[in-house]
């Protein structure tokens, strides 16, 4: 039996621990690193190998398919399970696009979870059907009139955020300060009535606004 190497990637801690607890009950499992942050995602492939990723779509600050691409870019050919509370469909859509090899419910049972495991390490596709119908409620709050009255600094975040960078690199292509930054997203949360930046990534991708690099 293929011993399997997996890397945890989710921000609640709580989570991570319980997770990590009963994949190292499984005598399949050979080793089960645990990471809160994309850096420390993208750091923990660089030094080991890793069958399976299971990675959370909202990282707080952070979005997974952000983490999906720099893997790529990094030349992870493993797999990526998606273990999520819920996802739009275009999220859905766009994970896909981007290689992950399913799409895993929260709400879903432990057992279930080391069953869609196992499927995806065998090089199978597991998407729970009901992920693709679930919504965010708070992305509706964003109106026409709402979108019409960001301004160009809040359109130029916007843009970094649905690309997936990080307020540094936000900062560095919009001629501002890190600080800057931090209180134009405090706006654009204000404005659009979300709490996070993966909920930002939702109305970019819903609302198809045009922002500038």
Known sequence: MQRLRVLLLDDHVLFREGLRRLLDTEPDFESVTECGT?????????RMSIDVVLLDFDLGDETGTSFIAKANQAGYTGKILMVTAGMIPLEVTETRNLGVSGVFLKHNSPAMLLQAIRHVAGGNEWVDPRASEMQMPSTDRLTQEAAAQLTQRELQVLRGVFEGLTNKEIAHNTGSSQSSVKATLQRLFEKTGVRT???LVRIAIERSLETER
């Open 197 to 199: 930046r993966a909920q």
């Open 38 to 46: 994309l850096a420390e995602g993208l750091e923990a492939l660089s």
